[in-house]
Structures are given as C-alpha cells and as structure tokens.
C-alpha cells in the first residue's frame, strides 16, 4: 500500500501580499488593486496541485465602515480579475472583527483562522508557510506550526515564492 504524502498549502495574507497595501482599509472595488505577479503566481501554485488560501483581517466590518456584502463584492472582483488570468480563486476567510468590540478568537495574530484553512484545505501545518507583511501574520502562522514568512508589503510574490521551493 502506498501512503501519500500529507498536502501542504500556501497561505496569503491579503493586503500588502495579494493587493495593494494603501495604508488604510481596503473595501470598495475601486480601491483594490491587484498585485502585477500575483495571478500569475496563483496559476503556477494551481498547476503544482497546491492548496492556497487567503487569511485577513477586515476590522472595518466591526468598526461599521463597511459591511459583509462590500467585502464579498471585493472578492468576487478578485475571483473574476484572477480567472481573466487562468488563475482560480483561493479559499478566503476573514476575521471580520474590530479589537475595540472585545476580543475574538479569529484576528490575527490568533491562529483559528490558520487552522480552518488548514483543516478546509485538507492540509498539514508542518511543511506549509504562511506569507504575510505584518508580524502577527508571522505570530498567527507559528503558533499554528506553520512557517511564518514576512515579506515587505507589496512585495512581488513569485520570487518569495521561488526562494521557499514552492514553485
Ligand atoms: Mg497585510
Ligand atoms: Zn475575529
């Protein structure tokens, strides 16, 4: 009998890996640009076999700049720019909470959100990495046993990608 290998996955943090870092929350169409290697990067990732997912926080939900619905119009904006480009879209969770209505279990850097991607993916912790340009998506990947990598925000991802032997 033949034992497959465990699957590891690739997780994204959202804004300053796969979008424009702007400095401020990013929640209407107009304001999220995606980055130039990013749909290329998920095609080759998707050719590989790779699980990815995105991981992200949009605090502007509990803070009431914005609500669900303009999220989720964000992402199908994504979802339709990346299969312009042959790429599919990634599994997308968000901790839609703000710090200041108490404290939640999802917001990085809490792990649930790590954990559900893993788990949603079919994937192992050990062997999959975990990119994002902030320390507590590092602290949110280590606690999960994933690798964190921190990357500068707006960073292109595919060489990140080639130096972890990922694609
Ligand atoms: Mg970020
Ligand atoms: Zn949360």
């Known amino acids: 009998m033949t034992v497959k290998p465990p699957r590891t996955a690739v997780l994204l943090d959202r804004d300053g890996v796969v979008n424009r870092e702007r400095g401020e929350h990013t929640w209407r169409v107009e304001d999220f640009e995606l980055l130039p290697d990013v749909a290329q990067?998920?095609?080759?990732?998707?050719?590989?076999?790779?699980?990815?997912?995105?991981?992200?926080n949009q605090s502007g939900i509990g803070l009431g700049l914005h609500r669900a619905a303009e999220l989720e119009?964000?992402?199908?904006?994504?979802?339709?720019?990346?299969?312009?480009?042959?790429a599919s879209m990634p599994l997308t969770l968000h901790?839609?909470?703000?710090?200041?209505n108490g404290k939640c279990l999802c917001r990085k850097?809490?792990?649930l959100l790590v954990e559900r991607a893993l788990a949603l993916l079919q994937a192992v912790a050990a062997g999959s990495v975990f990119i994002g340009d902030r320390q507590r998506d590092?602290?949110?990947?280590t606690a999960a046993g994933v690798q964190g990598v921190l990357v500068v925000s707006n960073e292109p991802l595919i060489p990140v990608l080639q130096r972890l032997k990922r694609i």
């Open 41 to 56: 990067a998920l095609k080759e990732l998707d050719t590989s076999g790779t699980p990815v997912a995105i991981i992200t």
């Open 138 to 141: 590092v602290d949110a990947a």
């Open 95 to 100: 901790c839609p909470h703000h710090p200041t």
């Open 109 to 111: 850097p809490g792990h």
């Open 73 to 86: 119009e964000v992402h199908r904006y994504l979802h339709d720019r990346l299969a312009d480009s042959g």
